[in-house]
């Protein structure tokens, strides 16, 4: 039973005579209890506790922030009971308690700005590979177009190829994915202006097949199916085109040139204008709504020099006359009177009456 007694002594004894802490309760025990902690320490950590009270005190540097945008914005400042506030979450710390929590507090605020400029030093390295990157992705597309200026597709390709290979941001790759879309269409409209040109004269010479080949390599070269609107469109054409003319030369030969005369005359506005009479029969079977005359102009070689197309036969509102559709099967189109078509050219190398004339074109009604 002495012994209980004295045990529950002991313990009574050391709670009353423990380590000090603080007591934010109010001014005066805040105060007391500080100055506890601080005789309670050896004279090394007195300065330490010191500096931890004052730092918790203001709230940190967070606090230092609060307390300068108050006095800017024109709010009294109670020190003291600002004081007990924040240290109100340190009440009935003991001083080793309270050191630890500040150094903990240091550490994990030096982590903080160690992080802080860390990302900050990430960011600016980015910034400058950005930099870095646009000028090359620049220098690249200068070249690019200055090879495509060339034609050289390929070379252009590889370039854009050799850029994608070292780019990192997203805006870059997506770029060089449109580098690489514009190359392949400036390829293509390339060879297809090219096609076109060797179409051009194989259209004029009536070689429909060999034009209608020529499209069917084009589209082979670009991976094309002949269902594409396009695509099937010119090849239509290019067909309807040939059957026109397949039409036209089984009926041309049923058109008689009636008359055909090359010469000079004076008009009422100037004088020595070639000049052309046109006279035509349809010895066929079909109704025609148009007829095209081209007449060649010769020089004294017998080289063509110039051509002039003539609607002998036209539906056209402004036709008068003879020249006024339909021509029926057995019926003559022939100019009146003294009247000549004109050439708004003076032909200054055209031996006057070196002409020939060719049926060109014809419509018919049905």
């Known amino acids: 039973m002495k012994l209980v007694f004295m045990l529950s002594a002991v313990v009574v004894l050391a709670g009353c005579f423990g380590e000090p802490t603080l007591d934010v309760s ?6 007391a209890s500080f100055r506890d ?15 931890a009270m004052a730092y918790f005190s203001i709230g940190g540097m967070e606090g230092i922030g609060q307390m300068i945008g108050e006095v800017f914005s024109g709010n009294d400042i109670d020190p003291e009971a600002t004081a007990r506030a924040n240290l109100s979450k ?13 150094h903990e507090t240091l550490a994990e605020k030096a982590r903080a700005a160690e992080a802080r400029e860390k990302a900050e030093a990430a960011k600016e390295q980015k910034r400058e590979r950005k930099e870095a990157e646009n000028e090359l992705v ?26 994608q290979n070292v780019v990192e941001f997203k805006s870059s790759r997506e770029l060089v994915e449109e580098l690489l879309n514009l190359v392949q269409l400036k390829e293509e409209s390339a060879l297809l202006k090219q096609y076109l040109n060797e179409m051009s004269p194989m ?33 239509n054409k290019i067909r ?34 070639p000049a052309i009479r046109i006279g035509i029969k349809n010895t066929g079977d079909r109704s025609l709504s148009g007829v095209v ?4 102009f010769k020089n004294a070689s017998n080289e063509v020099i110039y051509e002039k197309s003539i609607s002998v036969v036209s539906n056209s509102a402004y036709a008068t006359g003879s020249e006024r559709g339909p021509l029926k099967p057995g019926y003559i189109s022939e100019m ?10 003076t032909l200054s190398e055209w031996k006057t009456g070196n002409a020939s004339l060719e049926i060109t074109q014809i419509t018919f009604s049905n």
């Open 26 to 31: 109010s001014k005066e025990t805040m105060k």
């Open 37 to 51: 902690m601080q005789e309670s320490l050896p004279k090394s950590e007195q300065e330490e506790l010191g500096e």
């Open 90 to 102: 340190l009440d009935g710390r003991t001083a080793g308690e309270i050191i630890s929590r500040y």
């Open 138 to 163: 620049k220098d690249t597309i200068d070249n690019v177009n200055l090879v495509l200026g060339s034609g050289e597709f390929d070379t252009a390709r590889q370039r854009i190829r050799d850029l």
């Open 203 to 235: 259209l004029k010479r009536q070689e429909f097949k060999a034009a209608e080949s020529k499209i069917v390599e084009l589209m082979e070269h670009l991976k094309l199916d002949e269902n594409i609107a396009d695509v099937n469109g010119v090849l």
């Open 240 to 273: 309807e085109r040939a059957e026109e003319h397949a039409e036209f030369q089984a009926y041309v030969d049923n058109i008689q040139i009636t008359e055909f005369e090359t010469k000079r005359i004076d008009t009422y506005r100037e004088g020595n204008v």
């Open 293 to 296: 005359a081209t007449v060649f």
């Open 336 to 345: 009146s009177g003294t009247n000549y078509y004109t050439v708004d050219s």
